[in-house]
């Protein structure tokens, strides 16, 4: 394949949400353990948080709920 691809994952690591991400070239892999995941914990909860731009793309909603989202505790139920 030509161009360029950006990827990601989240730990899965509920205490922690840590996002990796890299650019994706001509010849590259990218693997992911998928495991198991709550979803609002690692995409709203990830550090660093994922750009609210990608976010609102995703989700197909504005930045101000995007906003709201991350700013949220999401690790209180523990």
Do not use: C, Y
């Amino acid at each position: 394949m030509e161009g360029t691809l950006h990827v990601g994952f989240i730990t899965s690591n509920q205490l922690n949400n840590t996002l990796f991400t890299k650019v994706l070239t001509k010849g590259d892999v990218f693997v992911q353990n998928l495991g198991l995941r709550t979803i609002a914990n690692s995409v709203f909860g990830s550090k660093p948080p994922i750009n609210v731009f990608v976010l609102t793309k995703a989700f197909q909603v504005d930045n101000k709920l995007i906003n709201s989202l991350q700013a949220q505790n999401w690790f209180d139920n523990h």
